[in-house]
């Protein structure tokens, strides 16, 4: 059959639907490197040919020629024996083992002896076979053949004076349709009387052979004897009808009837061999022997493990037990040397699990991590049960895909970030870093704020956080004062799907600086400028005479305040506490100390720099205020002071009013100035080069472009005159439809140098 020939469906033999067969992954498996001389059509489902199938090659005369193949399903595994029974078609002739037969008879033969002839060979079986052998008339010979034998019968006495050669042809014929045949031509020369052919000691020789003997090993020797004398007797060996491969493999000695090797015995191609021997005698006298030499197997081949399947990658998250490849093992040789155990090592998640014949499934036995082993080396040891034992091994590798199984992990529990205030927005407050050790995508970190407020406001408004890097920033200035810390949480989500992220605390602390200055409560100094505090003039030195009060918003050192008296009237009269603000006397008042003490406070903070405040204190030396009548002048002269200035502030606002209102006039006045005047009826169209005025020129070139056109309608009798532009499509020009309202007197100004008349 051609190759591509359809031998049957095996979708319809196994019930399986033809779609099935392709996802199954069905193929045909042969051991080692066997042909394979079929296959299957995955579309279809048939059973074609793949290979020339020869009958003659593969079974010899072998009445029955079954192919043995074995057909493997995927999940699940199945395997299927096929046996493919291959039929004889009659396309091979009968052959004789030689062109023609020599035969010498001695001419006192008798009527009736017989002479054995090689039979023909027809490497085709059964009917296909030789069935009948013809003899071409002749005088002296007749034909006599059964399924075995072919002789020559003599039928007519031999006479050597009237004939010394006969020649004779024979014809075999098969059975076949068209029927085939073959010829041999019978050289007989008449001879003297010879009438003992040689005689084998045994009918059938046997012999055992261990494969991969070594050349020239003599396998059997075949003894024929001869009871004529002389030449008659001497006896010579040769092959009978054999195949060209047994001639490549044995040779026989011509006289001593030794057989021996000169070709590579292999028992994996051949177990036995079928040797048929001639003896023949000096006068042409052969009878025939059978030598049947069976190969004895010798462990000689490795197991060979094939790779069937695999899954590559694997998802990290496979359950064990899952089936990840398909294993086959195969050794050539026979019995025990042909039995193999198959292994993998001991430190791998994975096991071997024997299935059907000689096929093993890979499946896990543990939870894979590829965060742990990204990538197994699995060798797969086969050992066989000869002596000495072979083994072979195949490395398998197998790469495990990722899966999002881990969140990102922050590298710290919390964070803390320090900022000091009134920093600039957009500084970098401090760094957060997650690491996922996942794959690609699965393990890229994105950072994002969590949704939150700080102070009522959301907490973007206050920082920001890099998506990429993790690096936080402040968006607005901070104030120590407002609020001393904060916190906000950042999420790390990463890209796999479904997305899995974790969350993270970040403190923001915000540390002062001196930015406040102190800030006196007492004396007030929104209040009345004459703070003033009486002074008995029996003070002794050391008392209290009054208080400095100040605080200061900053805190820490900065909030440090310290007093000092910068000015006074007599400085060594008072004294004040350095972080008290308590003034009191240095000594006893005396009578020649001034009345009125004027004092000039400091305060200052430690902050770096410092900053300070001042306020001015009035002490009066008195036990009475009737004592004092200057405090009630300067409190008139105060009073007189602020009637003053509220006098001033109004001259100032009515002045203002008045002259902007002037202004006001004379702009009114200017525009209608600058109106046209009618200088005739009529309507008159301005040429489309003028320009108001008032307009300047877009390009900047003086002149407009000769695309700007403009039209002017003066109406008799009307004291204005609409102006009209023209829409341009230059976005710089002024908008269509706009109407300058203009006097004649300003037309007749326009136009008043110009030679020529308008037209109408």
Known sequence: MKRGSVIGNIAKD????????????????????????????????????????????????????????????ENPLELHRISLHVQDINDNSPQFNE??????????????????????HDADVGQNSVQRYNLKNNDNFILSANENTVELVLDKELD????????????????????????????????DANDNAPVFSQTVYKASLPENSPLDTVVVTVTATDADEGVNGDVTYDFGHVSDDVKKM???????????????????????????????????????????????????????????SLTNPIPENVSPGTEVGIINVQDRDSDNNRQVRCSIQQNVPFKLVPSIKNYYSLVTTGQLDRELVSDY????????????????????????????????????????????????????????????????QNGTVIYSLLPGEVNGAPVSSFVSVNGDTGVIHAVRSFDYEQFRSFKVHVMAR???????????????????????????????????????????????????VSKVIAVDAD??????????????????????????????????????????????????????????????????????????????DMSHDENNSKLT????????????????????????????????????????????????PNYADVDGTGTLRSTYNYDAYLTTGSRTSDFKFVTSYNDNTLPADQTLRKSPADFAEAFGESDGSPEV
């Open 14 to 73: 196994l019930g399986l639907e033809t779609s099935r067969i392709s996802s199954r992954k069905a193929r045909i498996d042969t051991d080692g490197n066997d042909k394979r001389y079929c296959d299957v059509n995955l579309n279809s489902g048939e059973l074609v040919v793949a290979e020339r199938i020869d009958r003659e090659g593969l079974c010899g005369e072998k009445a029955s020629c079954v192919l043995k193949h074995e057909l493997v399903l």
């Open 645 to 692: 200035s509220y006098l001033i502030i109004a001259l100032v606002s009515v002045s203002t009013f008045f002259l902007t209102f002037i202004i006001i006039i004379l702009g009114v006045r200017f525009c209608r100035r600058r109106k046209p005047r009618l200088l005739f009826d009529g309507a008159v169209a301005i040429p489309s080069a003028y320009l108001p």
């Open 160 to 191: 050597r004076e009237k004939q010394q050669e006969i020649n004779l042809i024979l014809t075999a014929l098969d059975g076949g349709s068209p029927q085939r045949s073959g010829t041999v031509v019978i050289h007989v020369t008449v001879l």
């Open 250 to 308: 044995f040779s026989i000695d011509r006289k001593t009837g030794e057989i021996r090797v000169i070709g590579i015995i292999d028992f994996e191609a051949t177990t036995s061999f079928e040797l048929r021997i001639k003896a023949k005698d000096g006068l042409g006298l052969s009878s025939y022997t059978k030598v049947i030499i069976v190969i004895t197997d010798m462990n000689d081949n490795v197991p060979v493990v094939n790779l069937k």
């Open 377 to 440: 080396n699995i060798t797969v040891t086969a050992t066989d049960e000869g002596s000495p034992p072979l083994s072979s091994s195949k490395s398998v590798q197998l790469s495990v895909a990722d899966v999002n199984d881990n969140p990102p992990v922050f590298e710290e529990q919390s964070y803390s970030a320090y900022v000091t205030e009134n920093n600039k927005p957009g500084s970098t407050l401090c760094s957060v870093t997650a690491r996922d050790p996942d794959w690609r």
């Open 555 to 632: 805190s820490g050192q900065n909030a440090w305040l310290s007093y000092h008296i910068v000015k006074s009237t007599d400085p060594g009269l008072f004294t004040i506490g350095l972080h008290s603000g308590e003034i009191r006397t240095q000594r006893d008042i005396s009578e020649s100390d001034s009345m009125k003490q004027n004092l000039i406070v400091s305060v200052k903070d430690n902050g770096h720099p410092s900053l300070s405040a001042t306020c001015a204190m009035y002490l009066l030396i008195s036990d009475n205020l009737a004592e004092v009548p200057e405090l009630k």
């Open 494 to 544: 990463d890209n796999g799907s479904p997305p899995l992220s974790s969350n993270v605390t970040v403190s923001v602390s915000i540390t002062d600086v001196n930015d406040n200055s102190p800030q006196i409560l007492y004396p007030a100094p929104e209040g009345n400028s004459f703070m003033t505090e009486l002074v008995p003039k029996a003070a002794h030195g050391g008392s209290l």
């Open 99 to 120: 062109d023609s037969i020599n035969i010498e008879i001695s001419e006192s033969a008798d009527r009736g002896a017989r002479f054995l002839i090689e039979e023909a």
